[in-house]
T-cell receptor, first 113, second 115 residues
Framework: SQKIEQNSEALNIQEGKTATLTCNYT??????LQWYRQDPGRGPVFLLL?????KEKRKERLKVTFDTTLKQSLFHITASQPADSATYLC???FGTGANNLFFGTGTRLTVIP | DAGVIQSPRHEVTEMGQEVTLRCKPI?????LFWYRQTMMRGLELLIY????????DSGMPEDRFSAKMPNASFSTLKIQPSEPRDSAVYFC?????????????FGPGTRLTVL
């Protein structure tokens, strides 16, 4: 069965620095991969999607990379701010339908002022 | 749009009691998903519906769990009887279409505690 690992449960970073979160998966390569943000007491919110034939995707201060050889996606937040503090979930999709989305357990990011 | 609505937000019950969680998806969305989130296992898909029809319930842990979607604007997840290991946050999500690029919109969740 598929296994999704996100680098660590918690990551602390100084304001202004770049935060880098890792998502590794085993076995089959996903057709695409989504990243979500989850704040305490709330549901996940979609941030970015990257397809298997894309190496990199950007949205404002966010950047996602996808390396199918390494079976890894990296999620970067540049010029991090305390408001970026949240849990970030990666969700690879190993099929063609929305039901094939598998969520990692997440990395809790804290940006220290 | 108000987004996905779930009720109640918190539920505390005793072991053996019946629990019913409710969800109203975003209007116009034809897919509805029920997830369970725990610290140990993360977010797990329990069941999903397409046009009110259950398509895949392979994630439902036991026969104690059941879900219905009587119409396009309402779904329930029922646990009967409830057990302490059912304690978790239950999320409902909806999306427009089953394409691989459709983002899912999540509700605020119901935090269930079974004593």
């Amino acid at each position: 069965s598929q296994k999704i690992e996100q680098n660590s449960e918690a990551l602390n970073i100084q304001e202004g620095k770049t935060a880098t979160l890792t998502c590794n998966y085993t076995n089959y390569s996903p057709a695409y991969l989504q990243w979500y943000r989850q704040d305490p007491g709330r549901g996940p919110v979609f941030l970015l999607l990257i397809r298997e034939n894309e190496k990199e995707k950007r949205k404002e201060r966010l950047k996602v990379t996808f390396d199918t050889t390494l079976k890894q996606s990296l999620f970067h937040i540049t010029a991090s701010q305390p408001a970026d503090s949240a849990t970030y979930l990666c969700a690879p999709n190993f099929g063609t339908g929305a039901n094939n989305l598998f969520f990692g357990t997440g990395t809790r990011l804290t940006v220290i002022p | 749009d108000a987004g996905v609505i779930q009720s109640p937000r918190h539920e505390v019950t005793e072991m053996g009691q019946e629990v019913t969680l409710r969800c109203k998806p975003i209007s116009g969305h034809d897919y509805l998903f029920w997830y369970r989130q725990t610290m140990m296992r993360g977010l797990e898909l329990l069941i999903y519906f397409n046009n009110n029809v259950p398509i895949d319930d392979s994630g439902m842990p036991e026969d104690r769990f059941s879900a219905k979607m009587p119409n396009a604007s309402f779904s329930t997840l029922k646990i009967q009887p409830s057990e302490p290991r059912d304690s978790a946050v239950y999320f409902c999500a909806s999306t427009d279409g089953a394409g691989p690029y459709n983002e899912q919109f999540f509700g605020p969740g119901t935090r269930l505690t079974v004593l």
